[in-house]
């Protein structure tokens, strides 16, 4: 089995097709000119291309292709309802339903707000109990927006997600998205005069691991957690090897919960990476230390990773930088390969298996 990259890029959508031992790639696009793809993926239940993508002129927009990127249809009438006061900007994230549900697509965006699709992307309705959330008032816009940007689907119960939001923080459902309950205890917003409130916290990313569920991780503004009891408290991990706490991407091991990777940065302020190193660094022990991973990798290099622009799949680990640089590890990052150059800065990148 192959592999296939999608490179959500501000200049297009890019394709890389990858032999079974991911050692020779080949670059197809750019699909999509003139838009700017915050997100890509390969909807594992029938094959379809899906982006999260904005335009100057048309705004923020789902978008779906069924013949491999060779014709798109967009989604009609993606918008907030006008009583709500707020008004839809960039579209970041798009998380396919789940294996019973194939005509459900989740679909997260600014400002703050999620989106379900019942009919494969072709229309979206907004989750009213986001958009009229309580604590809502208590949110603000991060560097990035106010967006909602990491969807998770717990695969041991069909009423559980969860979702995250700069800045305000992980929300989860235990009724399908009727509800969402803030999961923020012991996560801290370093920015804010209550270091620890129920929410406005500024998480970066969040993942579940899928082989155990109750297991989450999150790269947030302040730090790098982990959660054991599906997100009721967070572990802070850091000050044991990595060089800061601040940064946006985040991977994991499929097969091993305990593993997972960050590729730090400087700070709010300078957000490049540490000491003029591109470097990933990898956890082995469930967050308890960390190592740097970096054989192969340019140095000195100042590059940025984005919130989506850190992958994996069961063969390996792949990321894209600003610059335009796209690299492979199956070595679980102790080597990497630059397969990629000079694309458009990239904004997301996704693997996908393909045959």
Known sequence: MGALLLAGT??????????ENRSSWELEGPLLPGWSVFHAIRDHRDGSLQIAANNFVYGGTFQRSDDEGKTWRRAEGL????????????????????????????????????????DRGATFEPVQSVLEHPTREQWEPGAGGMCCHSIQLDPSDPKRMYIAISAAGTFRTEDGGESWTPANTAVAADFMPDPFPEVGQCVHKLLLHPERPERLWQQNHCGVYRSDDRAESWERLEGNGLPSGFGFPLALDPRDPDVAYVIPEEGAENRVTPNGRLGVYRTDDGGSSWALVSGGLPEPAWGAVMREGFTFDDSGLYFA??????????????????????????????????S
Not at 82 to 89: T, V
Not at 103 to 113: D, M, N
């Open 321 to 354: 930088t600003q610059s335009g640089s796209v690299f492979a590890s199956t070595s679980r990052g102790e080597q990497w390969t630059e397969v990629a150059r000079q694309l458009p800065p990239i904004l997301s990148l996704e693997a996908a298996e393909w």
């Open 79 to 118: 918008r907030l309802p006008e009583d709500s006061g707020l008004k839809l900007d960039e579209v970041w994230h798009v998380e396919p339903g789940r294996d019973n549900e194939p005509e459900t697509i989740w679909l997260g965006a600014t400002p703050g707000v999620l989106f379900r699709s019942g």
């Open 10 to 19: 501000r200049k297009g959508l890019f394709l890389l097709h990858g032999d």
